[in-house]
Structures are given as structure tokens and as C-alpha cells.
């Protein structure tokens, strides 16, 4: 199984019991080898707490002790997103629509991999990133690798500051 079929075995059984206790996972992470390390992000209408965090990670950690997903071991760790939070679902992109992001694609669009601007659209399918000179691109979803939250702003929202 490659890792990514393995990361989304895991999603299938961890993100309906993080729900049920009132979380929503927001992104998992794996790692496989010697280091083995499993992520989760979650988050929740009130800020999360590292009590919160620890709760979620002694539940998870019994659940994925019962299923045993996993043939060699790892360390689990729990984290709320954060400032430059991931954008892993088009509701996320759909919420911070106006916020600044840094997104990673799987294959170049445009003759680049990475994209920073301003979120101006999201859809079911994709979005659109007004870059720093302005111009719009637009990126289907399935072609993104990694989105995030970005503080820096781009370079065209810092002169409109001054």
C-alpha cells in the first residue's frame, strides 16, 4: 500500500471519531520508516486547547491501537492549525475567501508550481488566486498538493497599505 493510501485509510478511520467528539479534523499527515509519525490538525468552533489536543490524541491513539492500521511504529501527534492554517477541503477555501494563501500544485499550471495571492473564488471544483502583479489564476482542486493560510502578504496588498 503507498503512503497516500495508507494516509487515506487513515482518514477513513479517524475523522468520523474525531467528529463524534466534537472536532473536525482538518488535515492528517503521515510519515512511514524508521520515524514513523502520524499528524492531525483539528479544529472546532471554540479555539482548541493543548487539553483538547491531548484528549484527542489518548482517543485516537486507543482507536488506532484496536484497529492496528499500522505495521511498524510511529508517533502520533495532535495539533490545532494555527496561523497559517491548511486548506484541505473547498469549505476551507470557501471560509477564507479575501485571505492571503500559498498554495503547492502537483503538476505546473501557468509554467509554475507554487502560487501566493489573494483568494478571490471558490467553488466545488476550484479556485481563483489574484497574484502579486495582479493577474488571476485559476486552479482546479485536484491539482493542488498543499494549500495554506499565508501571513505575508503579497507584494501589490503591501503598496495598497502605504
Not at 492496528?68 to 476551507?92: C, F, I, Q, W
Not at 478571490?120 to 485559476?138: C, F, L, W
Request: net charge neutral.
Amino acid at each position: 500500500m503507498s503512503r497516500e493510501e495508507t494516509r487515506i485509510k487513515l482518514i477513513g478511520l479517524v475523522e468520523p471519531f474525531v467528529k463524534r467528539m466534537g472536532f473536525e479534523l482538518i488535515d492528517l499527515e503521515y510519515y512511514s520508516g524508521r520515524q514513523g509519525k502520524v499528524l492531525l490538525v483539528v479544529d472546532s468552533e471554540k479555539p482548541v486547547t493543548i487539553a483538547d489536543c491531548e484528549e484527542i490524541s489518548r482517543a485516537v491513539s486507543g482507536l488506532l491501537d484496536r484497529h492496528d492500521p499500522l505495521s511498524h511504529a510511529y508517533l502520533l501527534e495532535v495539533a490545532s492549525p494555527g496561523l497559517e492554517r491548511p486548506l484541505t477541503k473547498p469549505a476551507h477555501f470557501k471560509k477564507f475567501l479575501g485571505e492571503t494563501v500559498k498554495i503547492t500544485l502537483i503538476k505546473e499550471v501557468d509554467g509554475s508550481l507554487k502560487y501566493a495571492g489573494i483568494l478571490k473564488e471558490a467553488d466545488a471544483d476550484q479556485v481563483s488566486i489574484e497574484k502579486d502583479d495582479g493577474k488571476i489564476t485559476i486552479i482546479n482542486y485536484e491539482m493542488i498538493k498543499k494549500a495554506k493560510l499565508w501571513f505575508m502578504k503579497p507584494d501589490h496588498e503591501k503598496k495598497k497599505a502605504k
